[in-house]
């Protein structure tokens, strides 16, 4: 830490600013994190994880800051790591349980897994969801802090520890990215 003072929390000033300032936004939590992950028990790991550096790390949050900026830096810092841990291991599929679940007559095609068809059908159409979801990590994440959690420049900055220009134009290409892929979607719901 650089020239912050580290908070001398008691246990029950640690529960109390647990309790007040980071657990009202877990459900802004479970979503970047589902929208980071796309799977469900991915994203309440990853949400789980994070508030318990959160606690474990309590001391060095100021109060009177932005909790949630504080937590979504947590929570992508974590994403980020287990990203790396993960892609440096080989792929691994239970060969059995893929069997299993194909000879099945159980199976019923019709029904989906995929939940965030479910999740966020009500906020945004499918396409927007799918062309957001097809963007590479980096840039979607700017448009979810920035047009769905609406952190400002200075926050997101500081939450994905990259200068406000680099925020900015990342932006920019995220959201000239999304437009490409909108552009067929737009023009058939009559938008010129």
Known sequence: MSDKVRQNYTEKQKVNVFEQEFLPHIDSMYNFAYRLTFEEDDAKDLV?????????????????????????????NSFINDFRKKSKQPSKVDYNEVETYYNSEDVDPTITTDLRVETIQHMIGDEVSNALNALAVDFRTVIIL????????????????????????????????LKDKLKIYASSMGYK
Not at 48 to 68: H, V, W
């Open 146 to 177: 920035c047009d769905l959690e609406g952190f400002t420049y200075e926050e997101m900055a500081k939450i994905l520890d990259i200068p406000i220009g680099t925020v900015r134009s990342r932006l920019h290409r995220a959201r000239n990215l």
């Open 48 to 76: 789980q994880e994070t508030y318990l550096k959160a606690y474990r790390f309590i001391d060095s949050f100021e109060q009177g800051t932005n909790a949630k900026a504080w937590l979504f830096r947590i929570l992508k």
